[in-house]
């Protein structure tokens, strides 16, 4: 494994919805992009979807940034998708892979790469999505497919052998990017600049952790033992 971040292929996108954490990570050679969802959106305490979208736009103009439609049924989708395009040429729009009855977004994603919305396919998590999706966005100049290996993990499955799948069925593609999402711990960026992912999206928090990569394991066990200490004085345990 190679032993820093910068050395990664893979790219990272901050994932999040907290406006100071957004333009603080904006700063950030390192991120390559953001994205973020209704339910980040909601959690942050985010009360207007336009009004946070238009004012994170302005000042992140430079690299890709996700936002999501929310209507359920597809042809507000579309309204909702080419609406949410016009906000800046940095956007690209979250479809979902299929709406809350299971129903293929397939058919919504052809008419939008068409009309030449730049589209996040968003919450996939079999191999057979990852067909569909990709056959629906072919003709697409620059999106993204949005696995979400973090709950593939969550479920029980080891979500490596599926993300090289997903690489390989992409490599077809040249205009698709294949994105590992919802991490649930640093090693996952590592795994997924190792099966070749484009893309991983990697939450505010977890970003504070990634200045460990590398770290000596020696000098990270004394590090963790000092701590313990150090919060055991300060709390002013003793026994009896």
């Not at 336009?50 to 000042?59: G, I, P, Q, Y």
């Not at 790469?113 to 072919?138: D, F, H, S």
Request: charged letters at 25%; aromatic letters at 6%; a negative charge.
């Amino acid at each position: 494994m190679r032993s820093t971040i910068e050395q990664l292929n893979v790219k990272v996108f901050a994932d999040g919805a907290d406006r100071a954490g957004i333009l603080e990570l904006a700063k950030l050679p390192l991120i390559k992009g953001f994205t973020t969802n209704p339910t980040l959106m909601r959690q942050a305490g985010v009360a207007d979807y336009e009004e946070f979208a238009r004012d994170v736009l302005d000042v992140v103009n430079d690299r890709p940034f996700s936002l999501e439609v929310f209507s359920d049924e597809f042809g507000e989708m579309a309204e909702q998708a080419r609406e949410i395009a016009k906000w800046g040429d940095n956007v690209y729009v979250k479809i979902p892979v299929t709406n809350t009855r299971g129903e293929s977004s397939a058919p919504l994603i052809r008419d939008l790469v068409a009309e030449g919305v730049k589209l996040n396919v968003t919450a996939l998590m079999t191999t057979r999505q990852v067909r569909t999706v990709a056959e629906a966005l072919a003709d697409a100049a620059s999106s993204f497919v949005s696995v979400f290996a973090g709950r593939i993990a969550d479920a029980g499955v080891d979500p490596i052998p599926l993300m090289a799948a997903s690489v390989e069925i992409l490599s077809a593609f040249p205009g698709l990017e294949l994105i590992w999402a919802s991490p649930r711990e640093v090693l996952n960026i590592l795994q997924a600049d190792a099966v070749g992912c484009h893309v991983i999206t990697v939450t505010h928090e977890l970003l504070g952790k990634i200045g460990g990569i590398g770290r000596d394991l020696d000098d990270f066990s004394l590090a963790t033992v000092q701590m313990f200490r150090n919060d055991a004085v300060t709390a002013g345990y003793r026994i009896a």
